[in-house]
């Protein structure tokens, strides 16, 4: 049952008018084409419903080159050599760290390699063995032991907006993650990054989950503002596509680019139909309350590389179907042959030829006549015929050619006989009928539906028959 409670859009803050009728539209196109919401996914989205800590970076080192030290940070500084010693710095709030013997050391917003220039000066004046060069008596390595967290703020279309605490290494999708990721009404394509009042990133997390790119995931600061904004046009994809979903396409993008997203078509996809469901734009719509209308390409005409590409609406379905069933060049042998089932057929082949293939006929084969169905033209069937000489698969007479999709029935001789039965019925574990045998005792019988029950009278059976010259 459908109430408040369980509407995905009623608690939503951030869904405006226009946005719920624009998925109320995608709704009705769905049930249009007899699939619910649920059948096809909102792709990249799922990528977030897990654990938090999947995309937590490490609380502790190393870290990557291009970190920079900041109030919070932890380090470890060893010397080995003329000196032995290894020291715990805390960055402290103004971003210095104080070494013992050497003094306070501004380190905010230095990467370990500027940081170890500067130690390299430092140390220097105190330990005389520190310098660069072959000359060196006292080394020294300098790493982040525990890295300091940030409080970040996202907000927008997110599962859970609010202020988080991230890692310092934290990036705009870590941020993401902490959120549980955009909401249904959230877009994956582009979602910003404001620092100090104005946009200093903006993330296609697209180019993270179909290419692997990380290079825009931008590295948070404290204070950022990760938003995310409602999701721009959608459409869906389904049939023969690598990934049926529904995707956020940037302007521009078209049919080419939505199938690239999805994986790409599979082997079974038919090169000769594609089918998109449109919804009308209101300004287009006639007086006939006309909402939908499909049209009908090719994959050659809509995904070839020699012309332009498809562009795709707002709320547009996407089918795309597969190859035809039929199967060409196949021949089909039936009934009393040692390997039933599908053969190649090949201009020339004969009837012989196909039944020695099945392994020849079994013994008890009906010789007098095996039936070939062949297609017609116009899709009816004609029937021909054939004797044979033997279970070797020889035909009596000329041999028969074959075509393309011969449906062969090869009958035994009990196909023709009468089918006789006992039906076991009462306090049996498996009452119902049998095939009767020649020589067959009413113990066979018995045996052969599981034996009477715990609750059979043992002393009596009745056996009823009918006279066989009724």
Same mark, same amino acid.
């Given at each position: 049952?459908?109430?408040?409670?369980?509407?995905?859009?009623?608690?939503?803050?951030?869904?405006?008018?226009?946005?719920?009728?624009?998925?109320?539209?995608?709704?009705?196109?769905?049930?249009?084409?007899?699939?619910?919401?649920?059948?096809?996914?909102?792709?990249?989205?799922?990528?977030?419903?897990?654990?938090?800590?999947?995309?937590?970076?490490?609380?502790?080192?190393?870290?990557?080159?291009?970190?920079?030290?900041?109030?919070?940070?932890?380090?470890?500084?060893?010397?080995?050599?003329?000196?032995?010693?290894?020291?715990?710095?805390?960055?402290?709030?103004?971003?210095?760290?104080?070494?013992?013997?050497?003094?306070?050391?501004?380190?905010?917003?230095?990467?370990?390699?500027?940081?170890?220039?500067?130690?390299?000066?430092?140390?220097?004046?105190?330990?005389?063995?520190?310098?660069?060069?072959?000359?060196?008596?006292?080394?020294?390595?300098?790493?982040?032991?525990?890295?300091?967290?940030?409080?970040?703020?996202?907000?927008?279309?997110?599962?859970?907006?609010?202020?988080?605490?991230?890692?310092?290494?934290?990036?705009?999708?870590?941020?993401?993650?902490?959120?549980?990721?955009?909401?249904?009404?959230?877009?994956?394509?582009?979602?910003?990054?404001?620092?100090?009042?104005?946009?200093?990133?903006?993330?296609?997390?697209?180019?993270?989950?179909?290419? $692997?790119?990380?290079?825009?995931? %931008?590295? !948070? +600061?404290? *204070? /950022?503002? &990760?938003? @995310?904004?409602?999701?721009?046009? #959608? =459409?869906?994809?389904?049939?023969?596509?690598?990934?049926?979903?529904?995707?956020?396409?940037?302007?521009?993008?078209?049919?080419?680019?939505?199938?690239?997203?999805?994986?790409?078509?599979?082997?079974?996809?038919?090169?000769?139909?594609?089918?998109?469901?449109?919804?009308?734009?209101?300004?287009?719509?006639?007086?006939?309350?006309?909402?939908?209308?499909?049209?009908?390409?090719?994959?050659?005409?809509?995904? $070839?590389?020699?012309?332009?590409? %498809?562009? !795709? +609406?707002? *709320? /547009?379905? &996407?089918? @795309?179907?597969?190859?035809?069933? #039929? =199967?060409?060049?196949?021949?089909?042998?039936?009934?009393?042959?040692?390997?039933?089932?599908?053969?190649?057929?090949?201009?020339?082949?004969?009837?012989?030829?196909?039944?020695?293939?099945?392994?020849?006929?079994?013994?008890?084969?009906?010789?007098?006549?095996?039936?070939?169905?062949?297609?017609?033209?116009?899709?009816?069937?004609?029937?021909?015929?054939?004797?044979?000489?033997?279970?070797?698969?020889?035909?009596?007479?000329?041999?028969?050619? %074959?075509?393309?999709?011969?449906?062969?029935? &090869?009958?035994?001789?009990?196909?023709?006989?009468?089918?006789?039965?006992?039906?076991?019925?009462?306090?049996?574990?498996?009452?119902?009928?049998?095939?009767?045998?020649?020589?067959?005792?009413?113990?066979?019988?018995?045996?052969?539906?599981?034996?009477?029950?715990?609750?059979?009278?043992?002393?009596?059976?009745?056996?009823?028959?009918?006279?066989?010259?009724?």
């Amino acid at each position: 049952p459908f109430n408040a409670t369980n509407d995905p859009y009623a608690t939503n803050p951030y869904l405006t008018k226009a946005q719920r009728e624009r998925e109320d539209s995608l709704s009705r196109l769905e049930s249009a084409a007899g699939r619910s919401r649920v059948d096809i996914p909102i792709f990249g989205t799922s990528l977030f419903r897990s654990s938090k800590s999947e995309f937590q970076p490490n609380l502790d080192g190393p870290v990557d080159a291009n970190y920079r030290l900041g109030p919070g940070d932890r380090l470890v500084l060893i010397l080995t050599g003329e000196v032995e010693t290894a020291q715990t710095l805390d960055v402290t709030r103004e971003g210095f760290v104080l070494i013992p013997q050497v003094g306070q050391i501004a380190v905010a917003n230095l990467t370990i390699a500027q940081l170890e220039e500067v130690l390299f000066s430092r140390l220097g004046r105190v330990y005389s063995g520190v310098k660069k060069g072959a000359g060196a008596t006292t080394q020294f390595q300098v790493s982040v032991a525990k890295l300091r967290s940030n409080q970040i703020f996202v907000v927008g279309d997110v599962v859970r907006p609010g202020s988080y605490r991230v890692s310092s290494a934290g990036t705009v999708m870590t941020a993401l993650y902490a959120a549980g990721g955009p909401s249904d009404n959230g877009t994956l394509r582009s979602v910003t990054v404001r620092r100090g009042g104005k946009e200093v990133g903006r993330l296609d997390v697209y180019d993270y989950l179909l290419r $692997g790119d990380a290079s825009r995931d %931008l590295r !948070l +600061e404290s *204070g /950022d503002i &990760v938003f @995310v904004a409602t999701h721009g046009p #959608r =459409v869906r994809i389904s049939g023969e596509i690598t990934r049926s979903a529904i995707y956020e396409l940037k302007a521009g993008e078209t049919l080419n680019d939505l199938v690239a997203a999805a994986g790409g078509l599979t082997a079974s996809a038919s090169r000769q139909r594609i089918q998109i469901e449109r919804v009308i734009p209101l300004s287009q719509r006639g007086s006939k309350s006309e909402e939908r209308t499909l049209i009908e390409v090719t994959s050659d005409a809509a995904l $070839g590389s020699a012309t332009p590409s %498809l562009p !795709l +609406e707002n *709320g /547009d379905y &996407v089918r @795309v179907f597969g190859v035809a069933e #039929r =199967v060409r060049n196949r021949l089909t042998v039936k009934g009393n042959v040692w390997r039933s089932g599908a053969q190649a057929f090949a201009p020339g082949i004969t009837l012989s030829e196909v039944l020695r293939r099945a392994g020849g006929t079994k013994p008890d084969t009906y010789l007098g006549q095996v039936l070939v169905s062949r297609l017609k033209g116009d899709s009816t069937r004609v029937q021909l015929r054939a004797m044979l000489r033997d279970t070797t698969g020889a035909v009596l007479g000329a041999d028969l050619p %074959l075509a393309d999709d011969d449906e062969i029935t &090869v009958f035994s001789l009990t196909d023709f006989r009468p089918k006789l039965y006992v039906a076991v019925a009462g306090a049996v574990r498996k009452p119902g009928q049998i095939p009767y045998r020649e020589g067959m005792t009413l113990r066979d019988a018995l045996l052969l539906v599981g034996g009477a029950t715990e609750k059979a009278y043992t002393n009596e059976v009745e056996v009823a028959r009918f006279p066989l010259d009724r």
